[in-house]
């Protein structure tokens, strides 16, 4: 699995229109082989920040979208509104694991599903 974080700021008077303009690329690389999760959402406390959060099955899955349209698309749409900075990473997650044990509790640390 590889995980895509981060955010881009763009001119806050454009954001809105910025995500809007995004939303029917956000749609169709959802569609894309091997897309999980593919959300740009607004940041409620700082108007010019979009968060970026994608999720794919593999490096290959990422790779066929980086090529394809939706990808040009949508970083065609976000940057004709201002772009100001942008700072995304790449992760491919070596241990995964719930935040909320058995009881309901949140741990930071990984455990196993039944522990006391």
């Known amino acids: 699995m590889i995980l895509l974080t981060g955010w881009v700021d763009v001119d806050p008077a454009q954001r809105d229109a910025a995500l809007a303009a995004g939303c029917p690329h956000m749609r169709a690389t959802r569609a894309w082989p ?3 999760d593919y959300v740009w959402s607004a940041d409620p406390l700082n108007p010019a920040r979009i968060y970026v959060y994608e999720r794919w099955e593999s490096a290959e899955a990422l ?3 980086l090529r394809g349209p939706h ?3 949508m970083r065609d749409a ?3 509104h201002g772009i100001r900075g942008v700072e ?4 491919e997650p ?3 694991g719930a935040v ?3 009881k309901g509790v949140p741990r930071a640390d990984f ?3 039944d522990q006391p």
Do not use: M, N, T, W
Request: aromatic content about 20%; glycine content about 8%; overall charge neutral.
């Open 88 to 91: 995304v990473f790449k992760y």
């Open 63 to 65: 790779d066929s979208h």
């Open 71 to 73: 990808y040009r698309a």
């Open 78 to 80: 976000i940057g004709a």
């Open 34 to 36: 091997g897309c999980l």
């Open 94 to 96: 070596a241990r995964q």
């Open 100 to 102: 909320y044990d058995p």
């Open 111 to 113: 455990f196993e599903a």
